[in-house]
């Protein structure tokens, strides 16, 4: 098969979203997710798994918002990054990761449009492109899963 190199960009960029990889993905982070440690704290780390995970489903909304809305206005940063509510319950967290997943979802779809450009400028930040902010995404998303990881080993609750 001869796949063109846009393609094979579409496809790692699907990949790094949703596989392994070189690092744990959404499911083997948060499927059983022990729920009695959403808002456990380890010393020294000012934030807890739940408060982790609602941002980065902010954040992922946020981009896509970037990527998406010509008219995009930048949310207060730090404090619109970070959830307002200090706890949540499971219903909370269950609605979080099923939003950071709907994310992803949509982000596959855009990326599988052959109608997206995925170099050209974005009218929002026109030194940005949807290449560069899908892999702001998956930077974000990686760098927080591993703490996630790191927080279920000090719970032991990490079988992998």
């Known amino acids: ?24 993905n959404l499911d083997d982070v ?17 934030y807890t798994p739940w408060q982790l995970l609602e941002h980065m489903r902010l954040c992922q909304d946020d981009i896509i918002e970037f990527i998406e ?12 990054y970070w959830s307002k509510e200090k706890e949540a319950d499971k ?15 949509h982000l ?5 449009n052959p109608n997206v450009d995925l170099y050209q400028s974005m009218p929002a930040g026109e030194k940005y492109t949807v290449f560069r902010e899908i892999l702001v995404i998956i ?6 899963l591993g703490q996630l990881v790191l927080f279920r080993k000090h719970f032991s609750a990490w079988k992998k």
């Open 1 to 24: 098969m001869n796949l063109s190199a846009d393609q094979v960009v579409r496809d790692q960029l699907i990949s790094f979203l949703k596989e392994r990889n070189a690092h744990a």
């Open 30 to 46: 948060l499927n059983d997710f022990p729920l009695e440690h959403i808002h456990s704290k380890i010393e020294g780390v000012e």
């Open 69 to 80: 809305n010509p008219d995009y206005k930048m949310p207060d940063w730090p404090a619109d």
């Open 91 to 105: 219903s909370q967290w269950e609605r979080c990761v099923s939003q950071l997943y709907d994310g992803i979802g």
């Open 108 to 112: 596959e779809r855009m990326i599988n």
């Open 139 to 144: 930077d974000h998303n990686a760098h927080h």
